[in-house]
């Protein structure tokens, strides 16, 4: 439901699909894009390292999204999948000396590759048991790169990866790596705000909904299936390289289970089939995350002794306390929230 005020309504299929239809909604939307790109004018270091970070999240979890909250397909593999991605970027950049645009779409195909083997099982199970195919994914490709490739990608050790250059010019601080990460989050959220949109978004949705009867009206269940693994692994391909080049160094434990579990929850937290949900998610989760580091290093400043214990274990307890809550009072997520909002400014001034 897009945000309109009362008296606006849609007397076409063409305005019933568009996104943006006021004016105020076109203000609103190139005053947050020129908020969002001039951020590194007066944002320090540290914001901009944060709005990095969220950028490449949220570009794992929109291709989560895709999958799951669309496809209902569930997936505990998404860091997995990110490593194929920033290895196959690191690899090409560091040891191949190709520039980073040339690496970046072969980091998303090779990733989406590895993302459709790892889907086949969903033509046979579902539910928890493709959530342990998934999950197979996240101990057999971090174990294939620190062992039988060690040669090319270094094992455990770290490869360093150089940074993007355009023209001549190294992207090197966290401004100049904010002007492309962003970008590029904003055109990988405009993907998926549109392939929903489309014959196979709705065909997505159907399977989801219910398979069989997906089937009935003729839609190729397996195709689509592993079509939305591919799409779900692209994205994480993408996040993956942005990752590669935002670090500078790789190593297998980047990409570990609780990362994976980490997408997940700023699914839950944003909400599922959203892509609105998943920006609100990851910027959530991701602030919290910060937010929590912040009041750790401060708590451990007053209670000394317990300092280690509270640096290892705050973290982990705040995060789960926090899905744990959403699940409980607000299982359709922020999104939800979102649209209660949109309909009451839909509504007003009436109170019904």
């Known amino acids: 439901m897009a945000l309109r005020p009362c008296g606006t309504y849609d007397q076409s299929y063409a305005q019933d699909m568009a996104i943006l239809r006021t004016r105020l909604q076109w203000i609103l939307l190139v005053v947050g894009l020129v908020i969002l790109f001039t951020a590194p004018l007066y944002l320090p270091g540290r914001w901009l390292n944060l709005m990095n970070l969220i950028g490449i999240s949220l570009i794992a979890v929109l291709g989560l999204n895709i999958l799951t909250g669309y496809c209902g397909q569930i997936s505990l593999g998404q860091a997995a999948f990110m490593a194929v991605g920033a290895y196959t970027s690191g690899v090409l950049t560091a040891k191949l000396g190709w520039s980073f645009w040339a690496a970046l779409p072969c980091a998303a195909i090779s990733a989406g590759i590895i993302g ?32 039988p490739l060690e040669g090319i990608t270094h094992g455990v050790r770290s490869l360093i990866v150089p940074v993007p250059k355009v023209g001549g010019v190294a992207f090197t601080s966290p401004a100049q790596m904010y002007c492309i990460i962003i970008p590029i989050v904003a055109l990988m959220t405009f993907f998926a705000k549109n392939i929903v949109r489309t014959g196979v978004g709705r065909a997505f949705i159907a399977i989801r909904d219910n398979e069989l009867a997906a089937e009935v009206q003729g839609v190729n269940v397996f195709a689509y299936k592993l079509l939305a693994f591919f799409i779900c692994s692209v994205y994480a391909g993408i996040a993956g390289s942005l990752w ?12 570990s289970l609780i990362d994976s579990i980490w997408y ?10 959203s892509t609105a949900g998943a920006v609100f998610g990851v910027a959530f989760l991701r602030i919290l995350d910060e937010a929590t580091k912040v009041f750790v290093m401060w708590l451990s400043g007053i209670f000394i002794a317990w300092g280690a214990f509270l640096q290892a274990a705050f973290g982990p307890i ?5 899905i744990v809550l959403f699940i409980i009072f607000e299982p359709r997520g922020l999104a939800h929230r979102w649209e209660i909002f949109k309909i009451s400014y839909r509504i007003r001034p009436f109170a019904y």
Do not use: C, E
Not at 244 to 255: G, I, T
Not at 318 to 322: F, I, K, P, R
């Open 116 to 147: 459709v083997i790892f889907g086949l099982p969903s033509l046979r199970v579902k539910g928890f048991y493709l959530a342990m195919a998934t999950l197979a994914a996240q101990f057999i490709i971090p174990a294939l790169i620190a062992h």
């Open 244 to 255: 590669a080049h935002w670090m500078r160094a790789l190593n297998p434990d980047h990409f």
């Open 318 to 322: 705040v995060y789960g306390l926090v």
């Open 264 to 273: 997940v929850g700023m699914m839950i937290v944003g909400g599922l089939g």
